[in-house]
């Protein structure tokens, strides 16, 4: 398959600039990117179906791309600009919605198989523009944007399919007798086809994403490249290999496949050897300091015994190695997915496991101290607070007379409930993984760090909330939990800053959480406290 074909005509609501063409990265842009993952995997006739601004897009005529133009892209949709291709395209090809971010292994997958077509899709993004898809046996049987008509959220399409000729032809056959001009060509698919020809690929852990406003622009530029970065950045295998042997003594290692699967603040790897699969965590730049490797060693272990943390197989406390039990075919958790109803009762009876435990931790986890210790990690990194931190430090550090006063019960605790850190097997099993911030505090301090993370929804926050507690939720819950997304804000736009200065780029990240902070003080200070400084909700 030699052909693609990229969907670029649609009108920006927000923006005089095709979001496909706005750099977000070094120079590069999202056509250049696609492009350039293309010609990689040997497609050397692209035709690009340009509309809006469709001068900007010349530049990129060549010999191995045709640039052609929807002239009524205003009063059309996808479909009006596929059939534009109708003379051009002669066989199977690669259809890629000029919006969309995903890694190489999307486009060598579907490239490498036989024929037919094939939809790409993976778990819900929670982006707000999904169209949802089911399955059955292998094969799509629904496709909607419509929520309300999917019966299980098992995933969404990415805006890159393989479309086999003959089904071309039927496209445009169906679309010369519609009398629909706003017809997608996805929902045409599901019209033109029976379910045997619309086999599926499910990319798990991919990082992926489209853009259609500013604020996916921001994300993409922020979050999504960063992470791929991070993802894809070389790693040296053979200090990756002397760890192995270390975990292995008297064993080749050498035969041991090694597979980079990301990770924020560390480097995680897949390694795969003797019929087995593991994990190995190597701390990324700037952990010195931040973590107590001996309390992370303990507190995981007592994690693994509760049953919530996947087995470690080897743990060095004075270099932070990591080997862990790989859990096969899991799906890491995302803001979307982590909100669904069945996910969140299954972490909620988590939290209950942990919480109620009567495991004691082997440190105490607090805040407060914890800010005191990166302030020094700070000086000695060179790394600069953001400004007007004078101001608000000792808005943050006051809070922990306010929490006394409202009462805090120390209980085992997780304290870094990104979403990423939630694992989801194929059984329906989660797993919460990566203990490094363990240690006993409050119970309302993971729920706080979970609703920040994944951005909860008010109602999901009741949700999850009310299965934890039973229908009894507490009354000063709320303003505990408040408090502490302040403090949590605040101490992670520090780490932001220390591992910045160590040479990690985290965008606006740090940048975004300080300003959170800064606006939740301001919620804090109007919604729950007098003028004398009592906690009290207002009405």
Known sequence: MKTAVILAARKEKDCDTPYPLMPFADGICLMDRSLSILRENGYDDIIIVAGFRHNLFDKYASDDVRIIVNRDYEFTASMGSLTLCKDLVKDDFLLVESDTFFESTVVKRLSELNGGNCIAMTEESGSG????????????????????????????????????????????????????????????????????????????????????????????????????????????????????????????????????????????????????????????????????????????????????????????????????????????????????????????????????????????????????????????????????????????????????????????????????????????????????????NDSMADFAALFIEAGFEKENEDYILDKYFEGNIPDNAREKILCYQILWDYLWAQWTVIKEAKGDDFGTYGQDRFNRAISNLNTLHSNYRNQDGDSRKKN
Request: glycine fraction near 6%.
């Open 129 to 440: 523009d999904e169209c949802f898809v089911e399955t059955k046996n292998g094969f799509v049987t629904k496709i909607t944007k419509d929520r309300h008509r999917v019966r299980n959220f098992e995933g969404e399409m990415m805006g890159v399919t393989r479309i086999s000729y003959d089904t071309f032809t039927w496209l445009i056959h169906a679309w010369e007798n519609s009398t629909n001009p706003y017809l997608n060509y996805e929902y045409l698919l599901m019209d033109v086809t029976e379910a045997l020809d619309r086999p599926y690929i499910k990319f798990k852990n991919v990082i992926w994403g489209d853009v259609d406003c500013k604020e996916d622009f921001k994300r993409l530029s922020n979050g999504l490249y960063r992470a791929l970065c991070r993802k894809e950045n070389p790693f040296d295998e053979e200090n990756l290999r002397h760890h192995l042997q270390t975990i292995f003594p008297g064993k080749d290692v050498n035969v041991a496949q090694i597979e980079q699967i990301g990770g924020m603040s560390n480097k995680n790897f897949k390694i795969t050897f003797e019929g087995k699969s593991y994990v190995l965590r190597v701390p990324g730049n700037g952990s010195d300091g931040m973590v107590e490797r001996t309390n992370e060693e303990f507190n995981a272990t007592a994690a693994c015994e509760l049953g919530v943390n996947p087995p470690i197989r080897y743990f060095n406390p004075s270099n932070g190695i990591k080997l862990a039990d790989f859990v096969e075919n899991a799906e890491t958790l995302n803001a979307a997915t982590i909100q669904r109803h069945d996910n969140m009762r299954k972490i909620a009876k988590i939290y209950q496991c942990i919480h109620n435990s009567h495991i004691r931790l082997r440190n105490e986890f607090n805040i407060f101290h914890e800010i005191e210790k990166y302030d020094r990690l700070m000086e000695c990194a060179g790394a600069t607070m953001y400004a007007g931190w004078e101001d608000v430090r000792p808005q943050v550090m006051a809070l922990e007379n306010h929490l006394n006063k409202i009462g805090v019960d120390l209980k085992p605790c997780h304290n870094d409930a990104l979403y990423e850190n939630f694992i989801k097997a194929s059984d329906g099993t989660i797993y919460l993984i990566d203990w490094e911030y363990s240690g006993m």
